[in-house]
T-cell receptor, first 114, second 113 residues
Framework: EPEVTQTPSHQVTQMGQEVILRCVPISNHLYFYWYRQILGQKVEFLVSFYNNEISEKSEIFDDQFSVERPDGSNFTLKIRSTKLEDSAMYFC????????????FGPGTRLTVL | DAKTTQPTSMDCAEGRAANLPCNHSTISGNEYVYWYRQIHSQGPQYIIHGLKNNETNEMASLIITEDRKSSTLILPHATLRDTAVYYCIVRVARGSTLGRLYFGRGTQLTVWP
């Protein structure tokens, strides 16, 4: 069964450094999402992406964040200058978009900012 | 922006049915009820969704009350691997496929041997 994959599974970085989290959505899916989950807290929506542009973003997704689909398979989340409070699990999700309702989530990347 | 209310935790004996309730009294006519679960910080996993009719798939059954103000997710024969946080989410499905999912705190289901 096709699945969303994410790399790396765990990323450790120093405060102020840039990080790029990578996702490979399910082939032929058209809509892509990033969510995050701070330890012990709720899963929070960050951004949705369709047709090579951001469709919707939350208040969390400020100028430090950006997303890109650099080729036909990868979907990336970049944090330009990480802060301690960016430490969280980051989940990528994708959606077929053709009369389909289900977002499929990846296993997540644990980001630790020191 | 949670529009649902769920108990914080429940437990269930292995092999028995787990019935997880959800209140969504402000649900709109075009909003579906979705259930996802999250096993120990893994990515959320879709379980089932419905509009007003009861639904069943290989994982679970979804019972929606006639007034649609509440629903129950039923895992007919819970196993230890069903221990997870279960999220009840309401959202528009058709014509709004870009829509974000709003996750609340969910219900921590613990299945014991």
């Amino acid at each position: 069964e096709p699945e969303v994959t994410q790399t790396p599974s765990h990323q450790v970085t120093q405060m102020g450094q840039e990080v790029i989290l990578r996702c490979v959505p399910i082939s032929n899916h058209l809509y892509f999402y990033w969510y995050r989950q701070i330890l012990g807290q709720k899963v929070e929506f960050l951004v949705s992406f369709y047709n090579n542009e951001i469709s919707e973003k939350s208040e969390i997704f400020d100028d430090q964040f950006s997303v890109e689909r650099p080729d036909g398979s990868n979907f990336t989340l970049k944090i330009r200058s990480t802060k301690l409070e960016d430490s969280a699990m980051y989940f990528c999700a994708s959606l077929p978009g053709r009369a389909a309702d289900t977002q499929y989530f990846g296993p997540g990347t644990r980001l630790t900012v020191l | 922006d949670a529009k649902t209310t769920q108990p914080t935790s429940m437990d269930c004996a292995e092999g028995r049915a787990a019935n997880l309730p959800c209140n969504h009294s402000t649900i709109s006519g075009n909003e579906y009820v979705y259930w996802y679960r999250q096993i120990h910080s893994q990515g959320p996993q879709y379980i089932i969704h419905g509009l007003k009719n009861n639904e069943t798939n290989e994982m679970a059954s979804l019972i929606i009350t006639e007034d649609r103000k509440s629903s129950t997710l039923i895992l007919p024969h819970a196993t230890l691997r069903d221990t997870a946080v279960y999220y009840c989410i309401v959202r528009v499905a058709r014509g709004s496929t870009l829509g974000r999912l709003y996750f609340g705190r969910g219900t921590q289901l613990t299945v014991w041997p």
